[in-house]
Structures are given as C-alpha cells and as structure tokens.
C-alpha cells in the first residue's frame, strides 16, 4: 500500500517539537548576530540546516571571509549527499524533478523517519516523502522567524546557552539511536559514546562546536562500523 501526502505529513509531526525548538534558538542566534527579521527568514528557505544557519551566523559575526564560510557549510553538509545516496534507489520511478526536491529538502529526522518506514518495509513514495519534508520545511522557517522576532527581546541569548541547543540535539539523536538498537551490547554501546564525547571535546579546542560534533559522530560511527565488520 503507498502512502500518500497527507501521511507524510502526520509521520512527519511528531519531529516538530525538535525542529520548533532548534529553530526558535537559530533565529535569536541569527537576530544577535545583528540580521533581520527578514535575513533570518530567508536564511532559514534558502540554506535550511540547523548546522549550517548557526555556523553561518557565528561566522558573520566574527567577520569571517564569505569563502571560509561556503567551504565551512559545504563541509557540513557534506552528510546530505551521503543521507540522499541512501533513499536514492528508492525513487528511482519518480521523475527527476520529484527527486530534486526531494533530496533538497531532507534533513536528519525526515531521513530518519524515511529509513524507519523502509525498515519497516513500508512502501513509501514520492507524495509521501514529499509530505514529509514540506511539513518540516515549513514548520523550520516559521520556527525561525519566532526565534527572530523574539531576539529583539534577548540581546545577549548566548548566556541561556541558545547556541548549544544544536549539539544537544545531536548528542540526544546520538544516544537513542546507540540505546535502540538492541543488537549491539551495553559495552559497545558505551565504548562508541565515549569515543564520541572524548573527540568533541578534542575538537572544540580548534574548531566550531558544530563542525566538532559532525566530524567525532562520524568518526564514532565509523568506529561502530568497524568493530561491527570485526565480528
């Protein structure tokens, strides 16, 4: 049986909350670092990535060059092609039109909602996926824009820690996906996490925190990979 748009978008709500709270912060981050209501706003249609927006921001702020910020973005985002290679072959019947928006507009939790769904042995489709990410899509770009208008009201929003909302996104993505997955031991579990946690901190000294987070979870999934092949 496929699914149809309306589905996606009721798989797709209970990921809001993630997507409202992250955004809400990436807007007051993006007012402080002296953008408008409307910079904000567009940032959130055209870039569309929680890392990426925050990253930008920061970097704005320290008057950064645009290139150290395209190749710091294009760094980070770099997942997105690996995440779209994933659920590529199965919309290979759909036009390439429909694949175009598709793959522009998945994200972490769409992706995983989409490789839950083909776990599940679900027949998923195009409408479906097309559901999924709208309502993401929109939710984001509204969240943003209440995180802008609310930062006129927060001038300094770095003292109740808005910036480290992404990585505690991450970190809690990190830890559910390690604790559901019940064929792999406490102890490798563990081991993983703390690889990760070790690395972040190791990172952190020289680079951006959410540049430092991407690079130790890929390492640590790496690391899972390769003692799972070890086996």
Same mark, same amino acid.
């Given at each position: 049986?496929?699914? +149809?748009?309306k589905?996606g978008?009721?798989d ?5 909350? *993630?997507?409202i709270?992250i955004g809400i !912060?990436a807007?007051?981050? *993006?007012k402080?670092?002296n953008?408008?209501?409307l910079e904000?706003t ?5 870039v ?10 920061? &970097?704005?702020?320290?008057s950064a060059?645009i290139?150290?910020i395209?190749?710091?973005v ?6 997105h092609? &690996?995440?779209?290679?994933t659920?590529a ?8 039109l ?5 793959? +522009? ?11 839950n ?8 489709? !195009?409408?479906w996926?097309?559901?999924l990410?709208?309502t993401a899509y929109?939710a984001?770009?509204? +969240?943003c824009?209440v ?7 927060l ?5 109740f820690?808005f910036d ?6 991450f ?6 996906q ?11 579990n ?5 690889i ?6 190791f990172?952190?000294?020289?680079m951006v ?5 991407l690079? !130790?979870?890929i390492i *640590?999934?790496?690391t899972?990979?390769?003692i799972q092949?070890?086996?």
């Amino acid at each position: 049986m496929n699914h +149809s748009f309306k589905e996606g978008v009721t798989d797709c709500i209970p990921t809001l909350l *993630g997507y409202i709270g992250i955004g809400i !912060a990436a807007g007051i981050i *993006g007012k402080a670092s002296n953008l408008s209501i409307l910079e904000v706003t567009l940032l959130a249609i055209m870039v569309y990535a929680g890392a990426a927006q925050f990253i930008i921001t920061g &970097l704005i702020a320290m008057s950064a060059p645009i290139t150290a910020i395209i190749f710091t973005v294009f760094l980070v985002n770099l997942r997105h092609l &690996l995440m779209s290679m994933t659920v590529a072959p199965y919309f290979k019947r759909f036009s390439l039109l429909n694949n175009i928006a598709i793959g +522009s507009l998945l994200t972490d939790e769409t992706f995983a909602v989409a490789v839950n769904a083909i776990t599940k042995k679900k027949s998923i489709n !195009a409408h479906w996926m097309q559901g999924l990410n709208l309502t993401a899509y929109v939710a984001w770009i509204l +969240s943003c824009i209440v995180g802008a208008v609310l930062g006129n009201w927060l001038p300094d929003p770095y003292q109740f820690g808005f910036d480290y909302s992404l990585i505690a996104m991450f970190v809690g993505l990190l830890y559910l996906q390690l604790i559901s997955d019940k064929t792999h031991s406490i102890r490798r579990n563990f081991s993983i996490m703390l690889i990760v946690t070790i690395l972040v901190i190791f990172f952190m000294r020289y680079m951006v925190p959410e540049l430092a987070l991407l690079l !130790a979870t890929i390492i *640590g999934c790496l690391t899972g990979v390769i003692i799972q092949k070890c086996k």
